[in-house]
């Protein structure tokens, strides 16, 4: 079955970085696009981007354009997401999700179980 | 980008109640428009894709409609596993936005 397993909580001071891995199991990791979405306690869902385990091509939401960096390693069908210069704001869960493309209409039908990224001095 | 809208932001129901909740986009996203569930603690789970298709396992008392930028999550008669945080989400470009989310309580 279709498993997306998450590295665990991490602690960072502000302007450190964080990598977050999201390793796949149970399909072919080249053949669907993963995104990054991050939701801070008590908030709602906010998309970060998206890449391309195949290419390696990414695109990144804006706001966090110059502070992500989405990468894999196809060997061991994992895709990270880093994430720099960190504040408190950053303080949030973060998910990585598969999407899936039918018909030109794609969703994010698995989720890896969320990441805790505390920021605090 | 192209904003969500959802409303209301809360509501409480009963259990055997229907459920609406409402979406709008900024601008037209024809039917790229899939609905969410979330639990306290867990990821989101999907349960409505292309507007109005039904994931596969989730039940059928869940259903979505609309398109352009208007859309809607109904949920027919609600159950005790339906108390959630429901999202809809824009997939009309490669940049996807989320609406603020709508959690449905037990009155």
């Known amino acids: 079955q279709v498993q997306l397993v998450q590295s665990g909580a991490e602690v960072k001071k502000p302007g450190a970085s964080v990598k977050v891995s999201c390793k796949a199991s149970?399909?072919?990791?080249?053949?669907?696009?993963i995104n990054w979405v991050r939701q801070a306690t008590g908030q709602g869902l906010e998309w970060m981007g998206w890449?391309?385990?195949?290419?390696?091509?990414?695109g990144y939401a804006q706001k966090f354009q110059g502070r992500v960096t989405m990468t894999r390693n196809t060997s061991i069908s994992t895709a990270y997401m880093e994430l720099s210069s960190l504040r408190s704001e950053d303080t949030a869960v973060y998910y990585c999700?598969?999407?899936?493309?039918?018909?030109?209409?794609?969703?994010?039908?698995?989720w890896g179980q969320g990441t805790l990224v505390t920021v605090s001095s | 980008d192209i904003q969500m809208t959802q409303s209301p932001s809360s509501l409480s129901a009963s259990v055997g109640d229907r459920v609406t909740i409402t979406c709008r986009a900024s601008?037209?996203?024809?039917?790229?428009l899939n609905w969410y569930q979330q639990k306290p603690g867990k990821a989101p789970k999907l349960l409505i894709y292309?507007?109005?298709s039904l994931q596969s396992g989730v039940p059928s008392r869940f259903s979505g409609s609309g398109s352009g930028t208007d859309f809607t999550l109904t949920i027919s008669s609600l159950q005790p596993e339906d108390f959630a945080t429901y999202y809809c989400?824009?997939?009309?470009?490669?940049?996807?936005?989320f609406g603020g989310g709508t959690k449905v309580e037990i009155k």
């Open positions: 601008q037209s996203i024809s039917s790229y």
């Open positions: 149970g399909y072919t990791f080249t053949s669907y696009d």
């Open positions: 890449m391309n385990p195949n290419s390696g091509n990414t």
């Open positions: 292309a507007a109005s």
């Open positions: 999700a598969r999407v899936y493309v039918h018909s030109g209409y794609d969703r994010l039908d698995y």
């Open positions: 989400q824009q997939s009309y470009g490669r940049s996807l936005t």
